[in-house]
């Protein structure tokens, strides 16, 4: 899986050099896109259409590994940083897996989530 990630990321880098309409791409340019790639997973989603499901979150992967590469060349943040920041949010607002706290049901879960992100927000 590692290597595909960083296959799609070469891959796009290399459009982003070499092909007329990526390297125009801005970060407001790309928005109605995403829009576009998000929507289409929902309605995959909603009419249970998993053959398309896979091509629609494809599509919606290429566009955040765009965003991210756009980032990137502007020096405000990597791919590494992303998937820490990530890493990090998923086990803080998880502390009934990786923590202390207790949870049994999904109500349960969902206090503890909004009480971690309020106190992130701070």
């Known amino acids: 899986m590692k ?10 880098k290399k459009l982003r050099k070499e092909c007329p309409w990526d390297k125009k791409q801005t970060f407001d340019t790309i928005k109605n896109t995403l829009r576009e790639e998000v929507d289409e997973v929902i309605e995959a989603i909603e009419k249970k259409d998993h053959k398309n499901l896979k091509e629609e ?3 919606l992967m290429i566009n955040l590994v765009f965003l991210v590469n756009i980032a990137e060349e502007k020096k405000l943040f990597n791919f590494k940083e992303v998937l820490q920041d990530t890493i990090e949010k998923l086990i803080r ?11 049994e049901t999904p109500e349960e879960v969902l206090k503890i989530w909004k009480k971690v992100k309020e106190t992130e927000k701070k």
Request: hydrophobic letters at 40%.
């Open 57 to 59: 979150l494809g599509d």
């Open 3 to 12: 290597e595909s990630f960083e296959k799609l990321v070469e891959i796009q």
């Open 93 to 103: 607002r998880h502390p009934h897996i990786f923590g202390e706290a207790k949870a």
